[in-house]
Antibody, heavy 120, light 113 residues
């Protein structure tokens, strides 16, 4: 069974940093592209970032470019999102989502999400 | 960026009746070389992550009941629930994966009348 479990969310002050992790199991992690998608409280979905299976291709939404860094460790079956210079508008549930692939850009499995709250 | 606009924002349908959700993209998501529409639909129930229902505008994902169907091409798409069940109460999102940034519609909330 495919499982994606996010961790690392919490309360952080504006300008602070946080690192999210996503532990994957039930599939060959190293063969799949992965994404982060977020959802502000009571709002819709926003794609945040993508990383290819071998980390050779990485994309970001303009709203996080230069502040967030996506990475993965295929040996540990883990996906990461390093979030720096956090703003109030980054407050959201962050989902780890597997890319169904070929082409990339739509998501067949999602984790339960990690809540990130940016507030003083 | 490609803007995805759904209509209506919410709808209430009687059990067993048809529910129809529309999605319009600000530019075509039909890729000319393979004649495929880069459009997906997701269902999100309260307190749960989204679930992929349909991709390529009309292909149901594995295990999705056949009462869910997708149609349309170019810039105009429709998700139809042919006979609404109680478990279909959710917010539904369309999404384009034609080009980055991949973008979602604002969502349509489906309730029971």
């Amino acid at each position: 069974e495919v499982q994606l479990v996010e961790s690392g969310g919490g309360l952080v002050q504006p300008g602070g940093s946080l690192r999210l992790s996503c532990a994957a199991s039930g599939f060959t992690f190293s063969s799949y592209e992965m994404n982060w998608v977020r959802q502000a409280p009571g709002k819709g979905l926003q794609w945040v970032s993508y990383i290819s299976s071998g980390s050779g291709s990485i994309y970001y939404a303009d709203s996080v470019k230069g502040r967030f860094t996506i990475s993965r460790d295929n040996a540990r079956n883990s996906l990461y999102l390093q979030m720096n210079s956090l703003r109030a508008e980054d407050t959201a549930v962050y989902y780890c989502a597997r890319d169904k692939g070929a082409p990339e850009g739509y998501f067949d499995y999602w984790g339960q999400g990690a809540l990130v709250t940016v507030s003083s | 960026d490609i803007v995805m606009t759904q209509s209506p924002d919410s709808l209430a349908v009687s059990l067993g009746e048809r529910a129809t959700i529309n999605c319009k993209s600000s530019q075509s998501v039909l890729y000319s070389s393979n004649k495929k529409n880069y459009l997906s639909w997701y269902q999100q129930k309260p307190g749960q992550p989204p679930k992929l229902l349909i991709y390529w505008a009309s292909t149901r994902d594995s295990g999705v009941p056949d009462r869910f169907s997708g149609s349309g091409s170019g810039t105009d798409f429709t998700l139809t629930i042919s006979s609404l069940q109680a478990e279909d109460v959710a917010v539904y999102y369309c999404q384009q994966y034609y080009k980055t940034p991949w973008t979602f519609g604002q969502g349509t909330k489906v309730e029971i009348k």
